[in-house]
């Protein structure tokens, strides 16, 4: 069984800082694509930013230039890194990997999420 478990959400002032971890645990033989998701309420889930297994890195025009994505393929962990925060980031924040396991298909796994405050 496959576990993706996110950590570093929080509250935080407007012009701040998070780093958010997620790290994939399980018989995991490797991992392809790593992404982080974030839902506002009453929002549908969207895109952030994702990063493949050789390091390509793609952000949502509202991120670019404020978020950085990154992972250690070691430790099977996806790192955001989140700077000059705006109230309008302020959702609940998903881990996404795409695993293939030991034994078995290709699956796309989520977290369970971390929530991201921004005040204002």
């Known amino acids: 069984q496959v576990q993706l478990v996110e950590s570093g959400g929080g509250l935080v002032q407007a012009g701040g800082s998070l780093r958010l971890s997620c790290v994939a645990s399980g018989r995991i033989f490797s991992i392809d694509v790593m992404g982080w998701y974030r839902q506002a309420p009453g929002k549908q889930r969207e895109l952030v930013a994702d990063?493949?297994?050789?390091?390509?890195?793609n952000y949502a025009d509202s991120v670019k230039g404020r978020f950085t994505i990154s992972r250690d393929t070691a430790k099977n962990t996806v790192y955001l890194q989140m700077n000059s925060l705006k109230s309008e980031d302020t959702a609940v924040y998903y881990c996404?990997?795409?695993?293939?396991?030991?034994?078995?298909?290709?699956?796309?796994?989520w977290g369970q999420g971390t929530q991201v405050t921004v005040s204002s």
């Open positions: 996404k990997a795409r695993i293939l396991q030991v034994t078995g298909p290709v699956y796309n796994y």
């Open positions: 990063i493949t297994s050789g390091g390509t890195t």
